[in-house]
């Protein structure tokens, strides 16, 4: 799965191509954070919803889910690496 939750490897695939993106800019974060659906008002469909937002919600929120991911990230990476060194001393 690239968009949401994965695997280490996919994480680092992601990173490799994340720059791909980067030409799209906000546009791009904000479909990302529509696709959550976190921000959603009442009727209105998600990308209106964060549109709407004040903007300093949804700046707190990129800012949290970057932070957020870059720890999920380097925790899973240390605990590869623990495994594959626990798993060369078995050998």
Do not use: C
């Not at 970057?66 to 594959?84: A, L, T």
């Amino acid at each position: 799965m690239v968009f949401g939750k994965s695997s280490e490897k996919e994480d680092v695939s992601v990173m490799k191509f994340k720059g791909m993106l980067e030409p799209l800019g906000w546009l791009n974060s904000l479909y990302d954070i529509a696709h959550k659906g976190i921000f959603t008002i009442g009727k209105l469909n998600a990308v209106e919803s964060v549109k709407l937002t004040n903007i300093d919600k949804v700046l707190t929120y990129m800012a949290y889910a970057e932070i957020r991911s870059n720890f999920e990230f380097k925790v899973n990476e240390d605990r590869n690496n623990r495994q594959k060194a626990k798993d060369k001393r078995k050998k």
